[in-house]
């Protein structure tokens, strides 16, 4: 198809050297003064890497509307000195950046949050203040003040965050909105903040600054702005002075995935195709576009004008360079995991990347050629063997990557076979080509023995994990499956199943078994239902997932993905178990004792998702010489981990 991510856009007064926008993220390096380096890095990789423009994560115009209490603000003089360093360093490369102003309304995680009316949000402990008319006009003032000293800090604009439920977000929907002054009640009242801010930032700024205003054109939530309400608000806010539109899609106290892995690519396009219809500036478009050819389909639908990628900089800052290149097959694809990124975040920790633990790292993790070059052996080609071949030669080794299967990716090949984890076949297709970039050896079908110790100077161990097996006593021709042979499809399975262990693969296996691989929009669409009712399943198999511990299923799965698999085993119907011994398994079922009563529960598969064993028997005997290296889940088996595994191959390599 047609190229057209790399293309200029003239602007009013500014031109953008291609269509690739940095979505605004939230690093954990914004706050304080002490990471301000690591900030500018992390931004001067993105503009060198070819991005057109980058939006930092949200700042507060004020001290109410901070997302947290030590979240970053705005506004002053301090600001603007310490600003200038990210500016200019991405002026140097080229790029453009503009900082985000986001007031976190009732979202905001401290007793001081406000909101325009006194309701408190599923996804906060703390009820905001009804806003006083006198506040509402010094909120305004303040976005007007932060969008002044962000243009004497150098930036080229701002980004007005009015989207995912946050404070602007907020006035616009009935749902939270229930005011009866100039500020509720009419659209034209609940979007008066939203116009009001616009006007006042264009009023104190200069003409070439830009104006970005991310609008919540699906919220998502019952009660929100109607497609119609959306279409005016653009229409408004356009004549008040925005220069460009950003999509904003659903509250962040949606319980539908947005951007989770199993959100099929370019979902939500019909989002900032609905602006584009309407107004005349350009329409950003976001979520889940994550290459370059799912950005250049929504471009030539002219479904938008402009991409934002965030997560996809995170995991490679060259994404438009590589592309514009034509090496776009040498781009470290972002997942949608939100393993390194999210769930960092959501836990107070710096944000990085699953697949590339140097984002937000980038001066604590460098990989500097090496002065003295060494015979490095890595054996096993699953996450953390190509990882660690791939950083190895990078520093400037030279590697010989050995596996005894005949195939590569280890863990990755089940991964990719999960619906919903598709993407991981990008991974292992970019390690396969830059391996053959780096001129690393690879040896398949090789086994390791010990006579290849003394052709290397260091042996790195990434020999990776198998399931734990179930000691549960089967007859009558019966037998417990392993996951990965089902997930091969090795074996056959009947119509009821026991899934023993609700761990992640546990949860995998209730995807692998009840959901559609590479699922349609329609089809997501109508199973989340968005904008319009959602569809119930019939499904022709009853599982049962099974667990020993008490309590909850999936709690302890990742922040940001967790409720998504519990939902979607709630829409299989799926029946949980928790506080449950097994112990064997015949013709008539798996017999259990739940709570000291004991059962038989008329299954005809039983399938373990128990955990794993490291694969670390060739290691025993080499557990104290010096060249030998072990890394990723050969190492430590506690659950299966290619985040670990990865950044374990980084360090490593650092090391070698
Ligand atoms: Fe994407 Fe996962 Fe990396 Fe987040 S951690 S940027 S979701 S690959």
Request: hydrophobic share 40%.
């Amino acid at each position: 198809g047609h190229r057209m991510l790399e293309q200029q856009l003239q602007l009013k007064h500014t031109q953008l050297r291609n269509r690739l926008v940095m979505g605004s993220m939230h690093t954990g390096l914004e706050e304080g003064w002490h990471n301000r380096k690591r900030l500018r890095a992390f931004y001067e990789a993105r503009a060198k890497g070819g991005t057109a423009m980058l939006i930092t994560g949200g700042y507060s115009p004020n001290l109410r509307g901070k997302l947290t209490p030590i979240s970053s603000s705005f506004n002053s003089y301090y600001d603007v000195f310490k600003h200038r360093a990210y500016t200019n360093a991405v002026h140097k490369h080229g790029g453009k950046i503009c900082l985000q102003l986001l007031h976190a309304g009732r979202y905001a995680y401290h007793p001081f949050n406000q909101a325009p009316s006194a309701i408190k949000a599923p996804i906060s402990p703390y009820k905001p203040k009804a806003m006083s008319l006198s506040s509402i006009k010094k909120t305004i003032k303040d976005f007007a003040h932060s969008a002044y000293m962000a243009e004497k800090a150098g930036y080229d604009g701002v980004e007005v965050m009015g989207s995912e439920g946050y404070l602007i977000n907020e006035f616009m929907a009935p749902h939270t909105n229930k005011r009866n002054d100039e500020f509720g009640g009419s659209l034209e009242n609940r979007m008066r903040l939203a116009v009001e801010i616009v006007k006042a930032v264009r009023a104190k700024v200069s003409e070439q600054f830009l104006i970005i205003f991310r609008l919540s054109v699906m919220d998502l939530i019952p009660n929100g702005s109607t497609p119609e309400e959306v279409t005016i608000q653009a229409l408004e806010l356009e004549k008040a002075g925005v220069d460009i539109f950003n999509t904003g899609i659903g509250w962040h106290e949606a319980r539908i995935p947005t951007i989770a892995s199993m959100v099929p690519p370019g979902a939500f396009k019909e989002a900032s195709k609905r602006l584009k219809d309407v107004i005349k500036v350009p329409v950003i478009a976001v979520n889940r576009i994550n290459t370059p050819e799912i950005a250049n389909e929504i471009l030539n639908a002219g479904d938008a004008d402009l991409i934002s990628m965030a997560r996809p900089l995170l995991a490679d800052p060259e994404f438009f360079n590589k592309y514009n290149n034509q090496l776009s097959k040498h781009i470290n694809i972002c997942i949608g995991c939100n393993q390194g990124c999210l769930d960092h975040v959501f836990k107070g920790k710096r944000a990085t990347c699953l697949v590339n633990p140097q984002a937000a790292f980038e001066l604590d993790y460098p990989l500097e050629k090496t002065t003295k070059a060494k015979k490095v052996l890595v054996v096993g080609a699953g996450p953390a063997g190509l990882s660690s071949s791939c950083y190895l030669a990078e520093k400037g080794h030279t590697v010989t990557l050995i596996d005894q299967k005949m195939q590569m990716g280890g863990q990755f090949n089940l991964a990719m076979q999960i619906p919903g984890k598709e993407d991981f076949n990008h991974t292992l297709a970019y390690y396969t080509n830059e391996l053959e970039r780096l001129n690393v050896t690879v040896e398949l079908g090789k086994a390791y023995d010990d006579s290849m110790l003394a052709h290397y100077d260091d042996i790195v161990f990434a020999t990776g994990v198998r399931p734990r097996e179930a000691s549960i006593e089967c007859s009558d021709g019966k037998r417990v499956f392993a996951y990965d042979e089902v997930i091969r499809g090795e074996v056959e399975l009947g119509k009821s199943i026991a899934i023993l262990g609700a761990g992640g693969i546990g949860f995998d296996m209730v995807a692998f078994l009840s959901e559609q691989k590479s699922q349609s929009i329609s089809d997501f669409k109508s199973q989340w239902g968005i904008e319009c009712e959602p569809k119930p399943y019939k499904d022709d198999r009853q599982l049962y997932m099974l667990k020993r511990s008490a309590g909850r299923f999936g709690s302890d799965l990742g922040k940001t993905t967790g409720w998504i698999h519990r939902q979607v085993a709630k829409q299989h119907s799926v029946k949980q178990i928790a506080d449950c011994q097994y112990h064997s398994f015949d013709k008539n079922g798996l017999t259990i004792t739940v709570a000291g009563d004991k059962q038989v529960l008329a299954v005809d598969t039983v399938i373990a998702c128990i955990g794993q064993v490291s694969n670390n028997e060739v290691l025993a005997k080499q557990s104290d010489n010096a060249k030998v290296h072990v890394i990723g889940g050969a190492k430590l088996a506690t659950a299966i981990d290619a985040k670990r595994a990865i950044y374990e191959a980084l360090q490593i390599a650092r090391e070698i």
